[in-house]
Nanobody, 119 residues
């Protein structure tokens, strides 16, 4: 099991950038795939980006391709989401999640961090 804590959210103008970080504690962080999800008010939680346990493979939602970059540092037990060219529609609570490869589920979630993009 891993425990996840996000940071780095805030208020930014459209076109600006933010970098979200997720610190993991617990054992075997490097064995988990990691991802970011977001939930806007009144909407379902949606996938944003993911990275394999090795860090070699990344996945991005179409809506963020070319703007967001996910990365991880297994030595520091962290995963980050660099968000550039932010749009008002990126406003949401962003969640870090850990993917349990043996169970094929997103097994652990952080508490979320608010990102607000003003127009």
């Amino acid at each position: 099991q891993v425990q996840l804590v996000e940071s780095g959210g805030g208020l930014v103008q459209a076109g600006g950038s933010l970098r979200l970080s997720c610190a993991a504690s617990g054992r075997a962080f490097s064995s988990y795939g990691m991802g970011w999800f977001r939930q806007a008010p009144g909407k379902e939680r949606e996938f944003v980006a993911a990275i394999s346990w090795t860090g070699v493979t990344t996945y991005n939602a179409e809506s963020v391709k070319g703007r967001f970059t996910i990365s991880r540092d297994n030595a520091k037990n962290t995963v980050s989401l660099q968000m550039n060219s932010l749009k008002p529609e990126d406003t949401a609570v962003y969640y870090c999640a850990a993917y349990d490869r043996s169970a094929s589920i997103w097994s652990n979630w952080g508490q979320g961090t608010q990102v607000t993009v003003s127009s």
